[in-house]
C-alpha cells in the first residue's frame, strides 16, 4: 500500500509525567478543544488523503480503541498495535505490516500540532518536520530504522534538527509537546484563539462570538462571558458565574453558582464549587495545577473541586 494511503501513528506514550493528574488519561487522549488530542492528528491525516492508519498504542491499553472505534466515524480504517514500554518505532513499524513499506507517513498522536500531514503526504523523499529548534513529531521516512526512531519520545524531545537530514519547518502552523502541564494549559488556550492552523474545535460560536457551545451545554443568561470560551458537551454553568479571558471548559463539567473562572482549563467531568474562583489554572477532578505558581495540589474539599459522582456536606 503507498504512503499516500497509509500512516502510522505513534500514541504509546504513557504520561507518566503528569503523575495522578489526569487520572490515568493517556497523552494521546487528553482533550484539547473538545477533542482527543489524537482525534486532530487522525484528522489532519485524513485531510492529507490518508485513509488506512496503524496506531500504536500501549500494551494492555483499551481506552484509545474504545475512544476511535474503526475509524468508521472518520471516514478511514484504522488497525491497533500494541507496543511494549521501551518498544523502538522501527520494531513497531515491524509489527503493523507484513511488508514495511519502503516510505511512509509517521506522526506522533500525543503531540498537537496545526494542519501539516498534506505538506508531508506530498514532499518528494524523506523529510522530518520541525518547529524552530523542536522536532514536530511528523515525518516521511523509512522503516529501516534511525529516520523513524528518532520519532521515538524520548529522542524526540531532545533532537537537534541538524541530525534530522532534511526537514521543514512548520512552525507556522503552531505546536505543543504537550510534555508538562504548563504545555496542556498553553495549547488549550491557544486552541481558542485560533495559533493551531486548521484546528477543529468542537461546538459553535454563540451569537456574540465570544462563546463557542457544545451540544447539550446549558448556560444561563445570567452567565457572564468576557474574552473566549469554550464549554463542552453536556457541561453545565449556573447562574451566576463569569468566565473571563480564555477559558475551557470540557465535557460534563459542572460550574456552580456564582464561581469565577479566568484564564483557565476545567477538564472534563469536574465539579467547580459555588462562589469557587479559578485563576490561570488547570483544574482535573479534585486536582489543581496553578500556572503562575507552578503548584500542583490535591483539593480535599468536594464542595470546592471534585471529580464524577455525589457531593455531600461534612
Partial sequence: MSMHSTALVLADRLGHEFGPF????????IPIGGKPVIEHTIEDLWEAGIRDIVV????????????????????LRLRFVRAAERRWPSEILADAFASPPPDILVARGDMLRGRSATVFASAPGLVHGIAGFRHAGIARVDGSGDAINLLDWSILLSARPDILGRTIDIGGVGLSTLADLPGVY???????????????????????????????????????????????RGADVHRGVELSGRVEIGDRCVIDDGAHVTNSVVMPGTYVGRGVRLHNAIASGPWLYRVDLDDTQHVEDNLLLAGPGP????
Fill in 56 to 75: 500504536a498504542i500501549p500494551a494492555g491499553d483499551v481506552s484509545i480503541p474504545e475512544e476511535l472505534g474503526d475509524g468508521t466515524r472518520f471516514g
Fill in 186 to 232: 498553553e495549547a488549550c488556550l491557544a486552541a481558542l484563539d485560533g495559533h493551531f492552523v486548521g484546528l477543529a474545535l468542537d461546538g459553535r460560536p454563540a451569537a456574540d462570538g465570544a462563546l463557542r457551545l457544545a451540544p447539550r451545554a446549558v448556560v444561563p443568561s445570567s452567565v457572564e462571558v468576557h474574552g473566549s470560551v469554550r464549554v463542552g
Fill in 311 to 314: 457531593r455531600v456536606a461534612a
Fill in 22 to 29: 489526569f487520572g490515568g488519561t493517556l497523552p494521546a487522549l
